[in-house]
């Protein structure tokens, strides 16, 4: 038997990929199942993004490979939109790396910046890769609690009264997943003085900022951000572009080389008509976002009425891709959604798959259609 490596002792199978294995088997036998459990948008790209791949397929170029720091436009692309978008200036030369999707540069910024025993700030509730990936680098991830009382910042009191010797980097994601908290006003300043203070890269998460959120924001728009910050962005959200696999990793230049050493041994360029759209995709007009938002909008509504018939308790408040909902008082949340999906037929994600700090909460996605969402709501009722 060929033994595998000890970093795999340190992870398991992704929740969603052991867990959508069953939902398709309910499915396969017949059970009319609905999931809100996952977070991948349903809706098309914009149309000139599908134009732009449809052209690209005979340029002489479309089908080498490609440049490592992705098309001289794309970055450009990449460095106007969060020029117009957060006001924030960014040398395409060399403060931005294009990424296949942000949660690949997870991984590539963990193997340029940490070493084996560095410890990692992690969220929780938070997303598990930051976890996984951390513990495939053989170094330690150490959870900081985010709670509803505190809006779902860190608690930079406890923070601070905490070991911080050993820790390298410090993940955050705001807008927030699961909860889908915004970043308050002062929380990237603190962020930054934080980083600053304790010689930390702190590393900001940002897929989910143009979802239901009126006033989208990046760390890098705090001044001196870029010394000790990096932002991840993707197109997966904001542009219906998940399976295409487009991000971006943003920062000081120096960091960002030190990334790029990590990526260009690990691949070998974007697929050149996938750079072709994502760039359209990045010039899109403010209408595109509207749009966007009105459908979002009316769904969510109709998640409410959901959470509301099954006696949950939610933040109208928050932005993103999910509504994040508290069951009722003593109610676990993986019993609750097993129950849900086998008496109900409908997936719903149980808040533990994000740590600890998710028990007594389930999150609902937004990407099923209406009609989808209001037979759920009539199940349920
Ligand atoms: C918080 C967070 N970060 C990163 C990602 C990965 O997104 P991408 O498709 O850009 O890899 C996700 C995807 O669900 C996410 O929820």
Not at 205 to 230: M, R
Request: hydrophobic share 40%; with cysteine; proline share 6%.
């Amino acid at each position: 038997m060929i033994e595998v490596a000890k970093r795999l002792q340190t992870v398991e199978e992704y929740y969603f990929s052991k867990k959508l294995r069953e939902v398709a088997a309910l499915a396969a036998s017949g059970k009319p199942i609905i999931s809100l459990g996952i977070g991948s948008p349903d809706l098309p790209p914009p149309p000139k993004v599908l134009e732009a791949i449809s052209e690209s397929f005979t340029h002489p170029n479309a089908h080498k490979y490609q440049s490592y720091q992705g098309l001289p436009e794309l970055r450009e692309a990449m460095a106007t939109f969060y020029k117009t978008q957060f006001a924030v200036e960014l040398n395409p030369a060399s403060e931005i790396l294009p990424l296949m999707g942000s949660k690949e540069g997870i991984m590539h910024i963990s193997m340029a910046f940490l070493n084996e025993g560095d410890a990692v700030l992690i969220p929780n509730p938070g997303y598990p890769t930051y976890q996984s990936v951390t513990n495939l680098v053989g170094a330690k991830g150490v959870f900081y609690n985010l709670d509803a009382e505190n809006n779902w910042m860190p608690d930079f009191e406890a923070l601070e009264k905490s070991d911080l010797t050993k820790v390298k980097l410090m993940w955050v994601n705001y807008p927030h997943m699961p909860t889908g908290a915004k970043p308050t006003e002062t929380v990237f300043e603190d962020l930054v003085a934080f980083g600053k203070r304790h010689n930390i890269l702190i590393i900001n998460d940002n897929p989910y900022s143009f979802i239901l959120n009126d006033a989208p924001k990046s760390l890098l728009a705090v001044e001196g951000a870029k010394d000790v910050c990096l932002e991840l962005n993707s197109l997966s959200k904001t542009f219906n572009m998940s399976g295409w696999r487009v991000g971006m990793v943003m920062g000081s230049a120096e960091h960002i080389n030190h990334i790029l050493k990590v990526k260009s041994n690990m691949d070998s360029g974007m697929f050149f008509g996938i750079q072709k759209g994502a760039i359209e995709a990045l010039h899109c007009a403010d209408s595109w976002y509207s749009e966007l938002n009105k459908v979002y909008e009316e769904r969510r509504k109709l998640v409410w009425e959901l959470a509301d018939a099954l006696d949950c308790t939610y933040d109208k408040n928050a932005s993103g891709l999910f509504i994040w909902a508290k069951l009722p008082e003593g109610v676990k949340s993986e019993a609750f959604i097993d129950k849900i999906l086998i008496e109900k037929n409908i997936f719903i994600t149980p808040g533990t798959v994000f740590g600890t700090q998710g028990e007594g909460y389930i999150r609902f996605s937004l990407c099923a259609t209406s009609e989808a969402i209001k037979e759920t709501i009539a199940r349920v009722k």
